[in-house]
Structures are given as C-alpha cells and as structure tokens.
C-alpha cells in the first residue's frame, strides 16, 4: 500500500492550509491523512488508488453511502443546474421543511441554516432570546460545533474557554457538567436556576466515544427544565435520522425538547444545519421575532434537494432496516471478538452507530455472559456497568494513544477506514453490505 499521491497533495497542502486541512480533526490522521478520491458505495479510494471500507461516511451525513440513488442524484442534479440560488425562496425548501415537521413531533417550526455550528449557534441565540436568560448548561466533552458558548471547558464553578480566541467573559455563562450525572445538573439549578436559558446535549455523546444514556436520565432533564422555566435543547446533528429512524432519537427516547438541532443527514451529504421546535419559541426568530438570525445560503436548494430526496428515499425502502441490520451484526460480531482477546474493552453504538473504546478496566474474562451484547446500554445488571464509561471523562481515561496511535493504522492497512480517533463514531451506510461487516470483524481480529 503506498501512499506517494497523498504526501505530496499534503506537503502542498501544509503551505496554504492551516495544519494541511479544513476542518481540525482531519489533521488528527498521522502522519498525514489519505486524500479521497472518491467514493463508491461503502468504500472510499484513495489518491493512490488504495481502497478501504468507509465507516466514516463524512463523519456522519451519509445515510445512503457514496452512490447516491437514482431520485437523490436526479434532485441533486436539476436543482444545481437550474441555477444556483437566487435571494428568495423555493418551493423545495417548504417541501424539506414539511418532511421534517411530519416526521419529527417535536418540531411544529423549523429553520434551515448552512451547518451544524450554526445550528447550534441559533440555537442558543434563540433559548436567551425567549427566556431571557443568559446561562447554557452543557456536557463535557460534548460536541455543538466550533462555536463560542459551547468551546468551554472545566466545570460549572470554573468554566474556561477550550479554544483561544474565547473571552473568559463569554465562558461564564455557560455551565459545563458531567454526562449521566443527575447530582451535578440539580446543583447548578440550585446556583443559577433563575438564570438557566437551557440545557443543551447531544441525546448520546456521539462526538467522545458514543456515551449511551442511563435510564431515566433524559426524563429527568426535561423534568428539571420544566421546573425551572428553562429549555431542553437536544443537538440531533448526530443522531437526527439515524438514531430512532426518521423519529430520530427523541422518538427513541420518548422525550420531547423544546428545541432540535439538526445537521449532516438531514443535507443528504452537503452543507446543512437546522433548528426547530415548539412554534412559540421558533417564531421568536426574526423576521416574525425578535431573534436576528439570517444566512445568503440557507434553505440552498441543492442541499434541500438531497436531504428532501435522502429522507424520502429512507422512507419509502429499507434503508433504516438495512444500516440497524448491519450495525447489529458489527455490534454484537465485536462484542464476541473482544469477549476473546481484550476482555476490557467496551463496545458502543445503537441502531448505525457503533465504536469500541479502550476502556482499562471491566469484569473478568469469564463473568461476561451477560452483558450488553449490542452495545452499551447502561443496564444496571450488565457485569461491565460499574467499568463503562458513562461520561466523557471515563471516555477520556481509555487507551486513546493506543487507539490513534496504533490500532487506526492496523485498521488502514488491512484497508478498514475508521474515525480518526477515539471519540469521533463510525457510521453504517445503505452502501455497506454483510461481506463489509465480515471483512471488517476479520480485521478487528486481526489487529486487536
Ligand atoms: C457535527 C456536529 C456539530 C457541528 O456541525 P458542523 O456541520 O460540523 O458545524 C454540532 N453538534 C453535533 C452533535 C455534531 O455532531
């Protein structure tokens, strides 16, 4: 396996582009990262010609793989080549943002913004708007994007900026805590109640390691925002139409946020992100509130293209059977294959997610018969339940050398493409197929 096209299109790259990349995590990839060429279906080839199994999917907005189907690729196409956009709105982005209304009950409203990060960004900007507060309760080490009140860090007595760039000023307002830990988001209640504008978190920590959640824990958040007036945002840019189907996963969960953020799938693979809710709060946004929020790009018709005809297509065949199906196998094939060779470890992941962390300690080797064979679930009986991670500090405390350093690269040269790390997840596609999974426990095996 060389890789002479890739170093090259790096040593170029490192001389106009910050670290060589985009987006940081790309860089995380050592000593440099492949360059794609293209896709084809749950593979990637690389500029080399190499080819590897895809469990990145775009971090994430792959639903479909990298052959988009017939109706996809024909919305993509007479949207682009209609003329890019035009300042006004199009039928398409009604027709998106209906889709979405229909399928998601707790969303009446909802406005299309151009990623994640923005999202998010609205998001908050919208919850100070309405409740006219000003403090956002977050959980460590999870992810909303490069956004300035969630780039925080430390703990709800001494939150610090996670970034340069961030005044001190602006972190002060927002109160990291421990996931799963009902105790520490009852005393920032008590401390700063009245001045809660709302707890943001992402349903499962898909962004540091996937973190599954205890039972009830959802339940009581909404519980104690209720209580205090306060909003429960759930940052679905993740788990929104992978997790719970097209319910995402508040239909899983069977908890109903005021506000949603949406992002990667819901733009059929380009640039996308969207927030919405309960009517009452997303008309505060401007123009019929008093939240200013705009964007030259939102609603772009190709994008609303590809999400309108990557959903319609999830519905009408067995896309969420098909990726669940697969996720399932991998699940459970690694839960066996670790069971044998690194008893420690845990898997993680539900429906077309999944990931294994390093994790250092857990039961014997012989008193796993019980546990979660479809990955973490947080069951109280599981003989791993005391040793999971349960929050993203336990996350943290893995072998994550072990896993970038080492392990990825077994990975990559028996030609299985993982997250570059230990936090990011890994993603079923409709591209995928059983052969995939088969090769990619094959290597696990081997590498492990
Ligand atoms: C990816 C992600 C974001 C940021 O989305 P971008 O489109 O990268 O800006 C926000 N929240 C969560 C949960 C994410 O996974």
Redesign the pocket.
């Known amino acids: 396996m060389t890789d002479d096209h890739s170093r090259e299109l790096y040593d170029r790259a490192l001389s106009v582009m910050p670290g060589g990349v985009n987006?940081a995590v790309r860089a995380a990839i050592e000593p440099y990262p492949f360059f794609v060429q293209k896709g084809d279906g749950g593979h990637v080839i690389d500029a080399d010609g190499n080819r590897y199994i895809d469990w990145v999917m775009g971090?994430?907005p792959l639903l479909l793989g990298h052959d988009l189907p017939e109706p996809v690729r024909a919305g993509i196409q007479r949207n682009a080549s209609e003329g890019p956009i035009y300042g006004t709105p199009t039928e398409i982005e009604v027709d998106l943002a209906e889709f979405v209304v229909r399928h998601v009950p707790s969303v009446e409203k909802i406005r299309f913004v151009?990623?994640?990060?923005?999202?998010?960004t609205s998001a908050v900007r919208l919850a100070r708007g309405y409740t006219g507060r000003n403090k956002i309760v977050v959980m460590q080490g999870?992810?909303?994007?490069?956004q300035e009140s969630t780039l925080v860090e430390g703990d709800a007595e001494n939150p610090a900026p996670s970034s340069a760039g961030v005044p001190q000023s602006f972190a002060e307002h927002t109160l990291p805590v421990p996931f799963n830990d009902e105790d520490a988001v009852r005393e920032v209640f008590e401390e700063h109640g009245d001045d809660i504008a709302a707890v943001m978190t992402?349903p499962i920590l898909?962004?540091h390691g996937v973190v599954y959640p205890e039972d009830g824990y959802h339940e009581f958040l909404r519980e104690i925002t209720d209580e205090h007036g306060s909003l429960l945002i759930f940052?679905?840019?993740?788990?929104g139409f992978r997790v719970g189907g097209l319910g995402c996963a508040q239909s899983e969960f069977g908890v109903t946020p005021d506000l949603t953020?949406f992002?990667?799938i819901v733009g059929g693979g380009f640039?996308?992100?969207a927030l919405g809710g309960r009517a009452e709060i997303v008309e505060q946004l401007a123009p019929s509130g008093p939240v200013f929020q705009a964007g030259t790009f939102s609603g772009h018709p190709v994008t609303m293209a590809a999400g309108l005809e990557t959903l319609q297509f999830a519905a009408e065949n067995d896309v969420y059977d098909h990726v669940n199906g697969l996720g399932e196998q991998l699940r459970s094939g690694l839960t066996e294959i670790l069971a044998e060779q690194a008893p420690s470890y845990t898997v993680t992941g539900t429906d077309s997610m999944f990931k294994v962390i390093f994790t250092r300690d857990g039961p014997g080797a012989n008193s796993l018969e019980e546990q979660c064979s479809n990955g973490c679930r947080q069951r109280p009986t599981c003989p791993r339940y005391d040793s999971c991670p349960k929050n993203a500090a336990d996350v943290k405390n893995a072998e994550t050398d072990r896993w970038r350093r080492i392990f990825w690269g077994q990975m990559k040269e028996r030609g299985v493409f993982l997250s570059q790390n230990q936090f990011e997840c890994q993603f079923v596609s409709y591209g995928h197929t059983e052969e995939d999974v088969e090769e990619t426990l094959e290597a696990y095996k081997e590498a492990l």
């Open positions: 987006s971090l994430g151009n990623s994640g990060t923005e999202a998010t999870g992810y909303h994007g490069a992402e898909a962004n940052d679905e840019v993740i788990t953020t992002g990667k640039p996308v992100g």
